[in-house]
């Protein structure tokens, strides 16, 4: 299994992004993926996730401002983030999750900053 993670960068704060995972060597539409960030010094903590049936999930603190989507044509999962803040500042994960078995992917760095 490997998820490729694109999309990373720097950008001013009230700034988008988007980034890209695309899987391969599973049955990608069966999985649950998700989006995972660390921030320097602070846990890694799960961002947002979408099920096989396309039921989303966010943390508080990105409510409206990020959006996941998946493409199960693509083997892939994007997440939008709009409105960005200096505090989404963190290298961002990939993962799938499927009962007990997960993989992650290699991680994305996003910096928001002035």
């Known amino acids: 299994v490997q998820l490729q993670a694109s999309g990373g960068g720097t950008v001013q704060p009230g700034g988008s992004l988007r980034l890209s995972c695309a899987a391969s060597?599973?049955?990608?539409?069966?999985?649950?993926v998700a989006w995972y960030r660390q921030a320097p010094g602070k846990q890694r903590e799960l961002v947002s996730s979408?099920?096989?049936?396309?039921?989303?999930n966010y943390i508080d603190s990105v409510k409206g401002r990020f959006t996941i989507t998946r493409d199960n044509t693509k083997n892939t999962v994007d997440l939008q983030m709009n409105s960005l803040k200096p505090e989404d500042t963190a290298v961002y994960y990939c993962?799938?999750?499927?009962?007990?078995?997960?993989?992650w992917g290699q991680g994305t760095l996003v910096t928001v900053s002035s």
């Open positions: 993962n799938v999750r499927l009962y007990v078995r997960q993989y």
């Open positions: 060597g599973l049955g990608f539409s069966i999985w649950t």
């Open positions: 979408i099920t096989r049936d396309g039921t989303t």
